[in-house]
C-alpha cells in the first residue's frame, strides 16, 4: 500500500482520497494549537502561498496526543488557526499519530522513514527534553512531538522526514527541487 492508497477524513465531513494528490508535491505534519511549535504555522502558510500555485499542498493533522495540546473541536482548531496565524490550506480531522488508534496514513509514513534527522545542539536538546514528555512514544519510529514533517514527491514517495525543530523555510529548498522534477540526495 502506498502513500495513493489511503483516504483520510476531511475536517467538516467525508474522505480525502490521496490519489487527488498524484503529481504535487505534498508535507504533511501533525499540528497542535498550544505548542511551542506553534508558531511553525506562520512559515507552514508562507510556503503553501509561494508554492500551491505550482502544485504543493499540506496535510495538515491537529493531534492532541502530545500534552493535550490540541484541545478543541477539529472547527475551534480551524479557527484558531485561520485567526491567528492567517492559515488558508485547510486542516483535516485529527487523528492520532501514534498507538493502537493511529492513523493508517502515518503508519506508513512512519514505515517509509523511521526517525527524522536533528541538526544542532539546541534541537537535539529541546528534541531530548519534549521526547521524555511524550506518553504515546512507545516505539522506534513513533512521532515524538507535533509539528512532525514528511515530505512526499510527485510520485508518491516519502523522501524526506523532519523534526518538529525544523522550521518549515528550511524545507522551501527541497520543496522547490521536488517541484522542479529533480530528487533530494
Avoid at 499542498?57 to 500534552?67: G, M, S, T
Avoid at 496565524?85 to 483535516?92: A, E
Wanted: proline letters at 4%.
Amino acid at each position: 500500500m502506498g502513500f495513493y492508497d489511503h483516504t483520510v477524513k476531511k475536517r467538516k465531513n467525508g474522505e480525502l482520497d490521496l490519489a487527488g494528490m498524484k503529481g504535487k508535491v505534498v508535507l504533511v505534519v501533525n499540528t497542535a494549537t498550544g505548542c511551542g511549535f506553534t508558531p511553525q504555522y506562520e512559515g507552514l502558510e508562507k510556503l503553501y502561498q509561494l508554492y500551491h500555485a505550482k502544485g504543493f499542498e499540506i496535510l495538515d493533522f491537529p493531534c492532541n496526543q502530545f500534552a493535550e495540546q490540541a484541545p478543541g473541536t477539529d472547527d475551534e482548531i480551524h479557527q484558531f488557526c485561520t485567526l491567528k496565524y492567517k492559515t488558508s490550506f485547510d486542516q483535516l480531522a485529527k487523528i492520532e499519530v501514534n498507538g493502537e488508534n493511529e492513523e493508517p496514513l502515518y503508519t506508513f509514513l512512519k514505515g517509509e522513514i523511521p526517525e527524522e534527522n536533528v541538526e544542532g545542539l539546541k534541537n537535539k536538546a529541546v528534541m531530548k527534553a519534549v521526547s521524555k514528555l511524550s506518553k504515546s512514544t512507545q516505539k522506534p519510529g513513533d512521532i515524538r512531538w507535533n509539528f512532525t514533517k514528511f515530505l512526499v514527491d510527485k510520485q508518491g514517495r516519502v523522501v524526506r522526514r523532519y523534526a518538529p525543530t525544523d522550521e518549515p523555510v528550511k524545507i522551501s529548498k527541497d520543496i522547490v527541487t521536488l517541484l522542479k522534477g529533480g530528487t533530494l540526495e
